[in-house]
């Protein structure tokens, strides 16, 4: 009977072509098993039946024996090419960069790469501003409104998406994102009025939303104790593709098609043909990446999230209940204030520095884009060194290092600013330059190694709250520039903001981790005395069945009442005075303590 119900279980799934018992073994053959084979096998016993999800089954023969339900009520058998941690969700506890295994390091270079496409699409337009205003005739203060309409976008968007990547994951709406934007990136050759380059500029901006994927992504591959550093490894190198898209705009594809491809006309009708043409480039590309990655990663390491629904395996959420979740976490709002002041910043300088340098220091479009690309460039190891930073200090002094090192990096940052705004020397201006964009990106990379502590039920909320406070940041910066004749005076604007914004690190208060001035409340436990000693763990008799005579081993977990980390199930079913539970059970030789209303 036994094996008939897991041949029939499986059957339903259509997926096992044979299944044969022998002894004491189960041997199955699956058609679909070998592109599988890097996925995780999970047998679960239900109703004294054998389980195998359909999506994570390899060849073979699985031992089914005597003490095999003994060991545990579910036995995983892994075949990750990274360690993981099963209590944290098949979360890798390692990485290898050279590696595009899947699912970890897949999702990983998908999420970074597919980022990079999303962030060069949406600065693609930054290096050729000075000659887009000339071509549509336009006045300064209008490509600064059309800077601050594309900020928008991208927070708008970020708001929207982070509740849909813990409803669906972030592959597909990555994958939507590159799809989407680059329709309107290369049809920005066709612009002809202000108010058509306000609204390719407002749409082009969703691509800014790519960052709340990408965080999400790894953060579902990656454990705690290496977030800090894959995030902002991610980020950082995603963040790239806005530096990228100086170079390779502004001193590459425009002067090789104004010369070579558009040579033998004038000019400043060359000018004009060039970078009217260009944008097909990385709106090709950004389409591209976007079908690849749909079809060649993973939402979570056990599959994507539509699957594993179908399965059981993970309930459906309700991103409108996963905003209201995260958005009623103060802590998600003091962070977006802070991130505002850093990615904000770099938003600001992707946006301005190519027309800075040009105006104030009287440079070519391909110098002062190659200059102002330096910025961008500081991804490359900025802030994955902000994140490997906060787990460092994580590691030394808990999760108050965390909060300490970002804001003293916040403090450093805003210092920088002051220092760039005020040298009127050119090579002064470049290296204050570097040292500040190495500050801005470390911070960032520290602002998302406390994100994911925030709320772990509404990660893609408290992802999309945080990230929106970056575009939004730059929406007041874009403001001052605007409304502020003096560019000096905007960066003294900016510059306070930011250490303003430091302070606010005072007041964060993550829940069970606490904050710089505040300790973490202790979680509740239940200890028994066995003996003379406290025990965490209890052996409880499990009654006899006529088809199971074993005993379970209950571990009891320390939770907080009402956490969200607390296994649902266990919760549940425990009564609020869980010594009664335990007097039920009629052990004498244990001593029970005094719980009072609490649940663990």
Known sequence: QHFDESHQAMANEEQASQCVPCNDMLQLKFPTAEKNANKVVRLEKQHNAVMLNNNFVQPGKIPIGDNFW???????????????????????TNFKLGSMQRPHMRAFHCAWCSFFCAFFMWFAIAPLTPEIQISVGLSENEIWVTNIVSVTGCLISRFILGPLCDKYGARIPMSAILVIVAIPTALTGLVNSFSGLIALRFFIGFAGSGFVMCQFWTTSMFSKELVGTLNSLAAGWGNLGGGMAQVVMGSLLFPLFR????????????????WRTIFVVPAVIAFTVGILIIRNSDDLPEGNITELKKMGRIVNVSAKASFREGSVNMNSWLLAIQYGACFGVELTMNNAAASYFVKEFKLSIETASAIASLFGFMNVFARGLGGYASDRFNSIFGFRGRIL??????????????CFATTKDLWAAIIFLTIFSVF????????????????????GTVAGIVGAGGPAGAVVFGFGFLFISNTQHAYFLMGGFVIVAAMLSFFLNIRRHGGLLIRPKDSCSATITVNGAEESTLVVPVPRNPLESTSMKASLPTVQEGSEDAPLDIVERLPDDLSEDVEGLELPEYQKTELGDKRS
Do not use: R, W
């Open 70 to 92: 003994q060991q545990s009520l579910s036995q995983h058998v892994t075949s990750f090419q990274l360690p993981v941690d099963p209590d944290q969700d098949y979360k890798a």
């Open 259 to 274: 010369d070579v491809f558009y040579g033998d006309k004038e000019f400043k009708d060359a000018s004009n043909c060039a």
């Open 405 to 418: 090192i970002h804001m003293v990096l916040l403090i450093l940052e805003g210092i920088c600013i002051f």
């Open 440 to 459: 801005v990106q470390a911070a960032e990379g520290t602002t998302y190694g406390i994100v994911p502590y925030v709320c772990s039920g509404s990660a």
